[in-house]
């Protein structure tokens, strides 16, 4: 069973901190458009996360070819301990992680949208794969059906891949995920503030707390 719940969706070292103070966050997953928000080099990022998390922490490559791929994913990998190297799951990228997981490499096959994918993925050795869950449904097909085929068929061939839910668009998703059969799921901050919130909960302490002080004056 996966030791990897939850993995916080950013590069915001402000909005890292503020999640791992809730003590249920196991990686952080960062990308180049998460750096490119808060305007800051990869190393920059990884020095200051580092400082505060010695847990996995995912940076994507962005070479395309399979030989490029393996070079800047050891030298990804150099950076830091625990590193895990995000390649897509187009058949370069599969052959970049065929090689590189033999090497000790951590990778995340990433950017998946169909089954088939997924299996390669699986297939290829790489401990962590990302199908996404928003893309897909945004493409008119069912991001759920894709966790439901995934986990059927890593169980049928006994793939011990993490499977991580990835582009969630709400918690509702988030949850729809995990049942369909996700191991980890990848939530950005936003999202993950939204586990901690309901209305009900809010009138609830109002509630209690206006009850209290009729009591106690």
Not at 33 to 61: C, H, L, T, W
Not at 83 to 110: D, R, S
């Amino acid at each position: 069973m996966s030791k990897y719940r939850i993995f916080l969706d950013t590069a915001n070292i402000h909005e890292i901190e503020d999640a791992l103070s809730t003590g249920i966050v196991d990686g952080i997953a960062t990308n180049p458009n998460k750096m490119f928000q808060v305007g800051r080099k990869y190393a920059d990022v990884i020095k200051d996360i580092r400082s505060i998390f010695d847990g996995p922490v995912a940076v994507e490559a962005i070479s395309t070819t399979a030989p490029e791929i393996i070079e800047e994913a050891q030298r990804l990998s150099a950076m830091s301990e625990n590193i895990v190297i995000k390649i897509p799951g187009n058949k370069e990228g599969i052959k970049a992680i065929t090689k590189l997981v033999p090497m000790g490499i951590t990778t995340n096959c990433t950017l998946l949208f169909n089954p088939a994918q997924a299996l390669a993925a699986g297939l290829a050795g790489s401990p962590f794969i990302s199908p996404f869950i928003g893309r897909v449904n945004a493409c008119g097909m069912d991001g759920m059906q894709l966790f439901r085929d995934v986990r059927k068929m890593y169980d049928f061939y006994g793939i011990n891949s993490v499977v991580i839910a990835a582009s969630i668009k709400n918690i509702h998703d988030a949850v729809q995920a995990v049942c369909a059969g996700a191991d980890s799921l990848a939530l950005t901050y936003e999202i993950f503030n939204q586990m901690f919130s309901h209305p009900l909960t809010e009138q609830g302490i109002e509630k209690f707390t206006a009850d209290y002080k009729a009591i106690n004056g």
